[in-house]
């Protein structure tokens, strides 16, 4: 039934271990060594999610997730474990799938706009000092005052040279608008478009309806958003989107209060990137939006080497808890290893410190939260077969996959319209234009009263005719829409 309230985890023989779905919206963890199985736990969450119509998004990092939309192959130890922990009701079966990429390689392509990401994750995107993020706040407040939309790079960049151009009559209003840090912005753009930037930010954007759909059996469709690439490329960039996206799921979502389950689940592995380096001011603000989004129903759940990669506030606030094997060869490690375990609640029948170094590859320490959303006693147990694939599909299986999907199309080509680039340039045109009408003007009017040789027209570049030359140079085609401002961008606005 789609509407099942218990999620089997796993168990051990003596005792299965489930999660209430009515408690799935308060986020989870699963961390965990390399090659200790957080993949296959992963992927046996999100099917579970999916079996009772909670559509899923989850970040594949290593490219191997991608086996969830195909089934299970019969094999003896997928037997054993079965029978070990006791499930009488596996079948090997797919789940939905639809599959996004940011390059449009390996899935859908994926954007957003530089305006709905907003000034400071852009900021904290482009590590601009204070002075220069002050700058981007004036860019993004004066872009709204003159009714310019910044969808792009092109159009970050056009409003960037116009203001430098226009430095003295902004100044009163704005406050002083160094060209140094325009100038130190303007080399973060270039970095970032280096890096895949222009991908991202742009037409047509992604509409989050697309991303809560279900199939026609009711279950739950999984995005897998293709980041092995991006990753490597640009982890920064990868921990903005996702951000980006988690601040738009709580500015847009109603609130839901205590329901049997979620309405949306978000997979974030390698979670330490959302964290790392990242300003206090931001990480205060994604605290707040983690504690609070779950009364919109979305669940969050960090994939990361260990819980410790996760700030501590929000580590409180975790129902779900998946510890795989940890390793202690030195100091550092053993200490980790003791705050980890004291994250549990105690069970006088397991040595926690101790299980943790010895737990096998797809062994788990796990507690959940009961129906009264008091934490269970950590248990020992192993993670339950996934129903469908382990590994990934191959080139032709993908292929064929996009091919079926139901957004095919529908953000396959680029789009561009009126923005602030074009529109910047159309003032600039103008006002060369007058300009130019008014120098024949004089000149036809000497002329007259002095009867002698009309005076030639500086060859002098106007800052009109500089500017429309300096941004055809700078900024290449790009993509735009118009936006309303995100959670992210308007929380901090100021």
């Given amino acids: 039934m789609l509407d099942s309230k218990n999620l089997l985890i796993g168990g051990n023989g003596s005792q299965t271990v489930f999660m209430d779905a009515s408690m799935a919206n308060r986020h989870g963890m699963v961390a965990g060594a390399t090659g200790t199985g957080k993949t296959v736990t992963l992927q046996i969450l999100a099917e579970n999610f999916s079996r009772i ?159 809560m759909s279900h199939d026609f059996s009711g279950r739950g469709v999984i995005n897998i958003l293709d980041a092995s690439t991006l990753i490597q490329q640009s982890p920064k960039l990868y921990a903005t989107f996702l951000l980006w996206l988690l601040s738009e799921l709580f500015e847009t979502l109603p609130e839901v209060g205590d329901a049997e389950k979620p309405k949306f689940v978000m997979f974030f592995d390698e979670a330490h990137l959302l964290f790392d380096d990242a300003p206090k001011v931001l990480i205060d603000k994604i605290e707040q939006v983690v504690r609070l989004i779950r009364s919109k129903g979305v669940g969050i759940y960090f994939i990361s080497q260990s819980p410790l990669d996760i700030p501590e506030e929000i580590l409180g606030q975790l129902g779900l808890k998946v510890q795989h094997a940890l390793r202690a060869f030195t100091p550092k490690d053993q200490k980790a290893v003791k705050m980890v375990a004291d994250t549990f609640r105690a069970n006088p029948n397991i040595d926690t410190r101790t299980v943790i170094t010895e737990l096998a590859v797809g062994e788990a320490l796990v507690s959940t939260l009961d129906a009264e959303g008091i934490p269970t006693q950590v248990e020992q147990i192993l993670i339950r077969p996934p129903e469908s694939r382990i590994g990934p599909m191959n080139n032709s299986e993908r292929t064929e996959q996009i091919g079926r999907s139901p957004f095919r199309g529908r953000y396959d080509t680029p789009l561009d319209r009126e923005s602030a680039y074009e529109m910047l340039v159309k003032r600039a045109e103008q006002n060369a234009a007058q300009e130019d009408a008014i120098a024949k003007e004089e000149a036809a009017r000497e002329a007259t009263e002095k009867a002698s040789k009309p005076r030639r027209r500086s060859s002098r570049q106007t800052p009109t005719e500089a500017f429309v030359k300096s941004a055809a140079r700078a900024i290449g085609s790009q993509l735009g829409r118009r936006v309303i401002r995100g959670v992210l961008g308007s929380l901090f606005k100021g």
């Fill in 53 to 211: 119509g909670v559509p899923v998004f989850l970040a594949d990092v290593k490219g191997d997730v991608s086996g969830v939309g195909k089934p299970a192959k019969p094999h003896p130890k997928i037997d054993e474990r079965i029978e070990t922990i006791g499930i009488d009701n596996y079948q090997m079966q797919p789940s939905p799938v639809v599959f996004w990429d940011l390059f449009g390689k390996k899935g859908h392509p994926i954007r957003t706009t530089v305006s709905e990401i907003g000034p400071l994750l852009l900021s904290n995107l482009l590590e601009l000092n204070e002075t220069q993020t002050g700058i981007l706040y004036a860019c993004f407040k004066i872009a709204d005052d003159q009714g310019l939309l910044i969808l792009d790079l092109k159009d970050l960049r056009s409003m960037l040279i116009w203001m430098g151009d226009n430095r003295a009559e902004l100044k009163s209003e704005y406050g002083n608008i160094s060209t140094a840090s325009i100038g130190a912005i303007q080399r973060g753009l270039i970095v970032l478009e280096e890096q895949g930037a222009e991908f991202l930010l742009g037409e047509p954007a992604i509409e989050l309806a697309d991303l």
